[in-house]
């Protein structure tokens, strides 16, 4: 069984810097993060693969970089520059995909992903 579980979620200021993590059951070889906010569809934000070539959303591109620790099975995202539109629940997906660009766009709509984080950026 899949077990994707984030951490790391809570309230910051705009400026500010927030990193979460994401326990995994099972490695892929293609893994990262999506966010949605209330009334908004969900939204890529980055992806890392197994050689650990990462991609970005160009709206997080130079703020937020997503790594893993494949011996601790976590997955990171750091942000900073933290604004008040990065404010979502942010999830953590996963599938079988050895392409950056296909990864990134794949996960929102991953069946393997977590319960989410949630991320509030005030202003």
């Known amino acids: 069984q899949v077990q994707l579980v984030e951490s790391g979620g809570g309230s910051v200021q705009a400026g500010g810097s927030l990193t979460l993590s994401c326990t995994f059951s099972?490695?892929?070889?293609?893994m990262g993060w999506f966010r949605q906010a209330p009334g908004k569809e969900r939204e890529r934000v980055a992806a890392?693969?197994?050689?650990?070539?990462?991609t970005y959303a160009d709206s997080v591109k130079g703020r937020f970089t997503i790594s893993k620790d494949n011996a601790k099975n976590t997955l990171y995202l750091q942000m900073s520059s933290l604004k008040p539109e990065d404010s979502a629940m942010y999830y953590c997906?996963?599938?079988?995909?050895?392409?950056?660009?296909?990864?990134?766009?794949?996960?929102?709509?991953?069946?393997?992903r977590g319960q989410g984080t949630q991320v509030t950026v005030s202003s």
């Open positions: 997906a996963a599938g079988p995909y050895s392409s950056a660009g296909y990864c990134l766009g794949v996960l929102p709509s991953s069946a393997y």
């Open positions: 099972t490695y892929w070889g293609c």
């Open positions: 890392i693969l197994s050689a650990d070539e990462t």
